[in-house]
């Protein structure tokens, strides 16, 4: 059964300041998707990952995939107030369906 | 363009109504899913429909329902509503067998409270 396992699951940051939130899955898997929510919202697509080594990047986020290890990251640059929401990763369970497994999510504040 | 579309977008039900959750894409995708977010659980999936024509149970089918009517819409039922179904529920699309980056495009949301 896949597992997906985000952390941290709260992030509270300065502006300014990177950091790192980081996707664990427990069996192989060649798809790997990150989604922002903002409190009250859908969910907004941000990165599709499809092979190893994968790196995207837009504006002060950026992911990458590691399929041997498991893990994908999400690196924030020099963060701003505007990019406080939550961030979900979820991973293809990988038969024809094009089924997902979320993790928990997290919950990014950037304060002033 | 109006990609996914919900309706309601917030309800209440008494503890053993029923009611139905609507969903509708623009996107001529082939492949729908309904999802339930509570605090702390991320989204898990209950039900999906790979093509129309088809559906099948995801993660945490019991109690509920779906019709794909056709192939924009993906309807999800609940017939005896119980306080453990309080939840927010999305509705997502996606086109399988295409391009394979693809993401799944969701709506936003029924907010479903049951008393």
């Known amino acids: 059964e896949l597992k997906v396992e985000q952390n941290p699951l709260f992030l509270s940051m300065q502006e300014g300041k990177n950091y790192t939130i980081y996707c664990n899955y427990s069996t192989t898997s060649d798809r790997l998707y990150w989604y922002r929510q903002d409190p009250g919202k859908s969910l907004e697509s941000l990165f599709v990952?499809?092979?190893?080594?994968a790196v995207k990047q837009e504006g002060r986020l950026m992911a990458s995939l590691d399929t041997k290890a498991r893990l994908s990251t999400l690196h924030i640059t020099a963060a701003v107030h505007d990019l406080s929401a939550t961030y979900f990763c979820a991973v293809d369970t990988g038969g024809s369906q094009g089924n997902l497994i979320f993790g928990k999510g997290t919950k990014l504040s950037v304060k002033p | 363009n109006a990609g996914v579309t919900q309706t309601p977008k917030f309800q209440v039900l008494k503890t053993g109504q029923s009611m139905t959750l609507q969903c509708a894409q623009d996107m001529n995708h082939n492949s729908m899913y309904w999802y339930r977010q509570d605090p702390g659980m991320g989204l898990r999936l209950i039900y999906y429909?790979?093509?129309?024509?088809?559906?099948d149970k995801g993660e945490v089918p019991n109690g509920y329902n779906v019709s794909r009517l056709n192939k924009r819409e993906f309807s999800l039922r609940l017939e005896s509503a119980a306080p453990s179904q309080t939840s927010v529920y999305f509705c997502?699309?996606?086109?399988?067998?295409?391009?394979?980056?693809?993401?799944?495009?969701f709506g936003d949301g029924t907010r479903l409270s049951i008393l």
């Open positions: 990952l499809l092979s190893n080594g």
């Open positions: 997502a699309s996606t086109l399988l067998g295409a391009a394979p980056d693809q993401p799944q495009h």
């Open positions: 429909s790979a093509s129309e024509g088809t559906t």
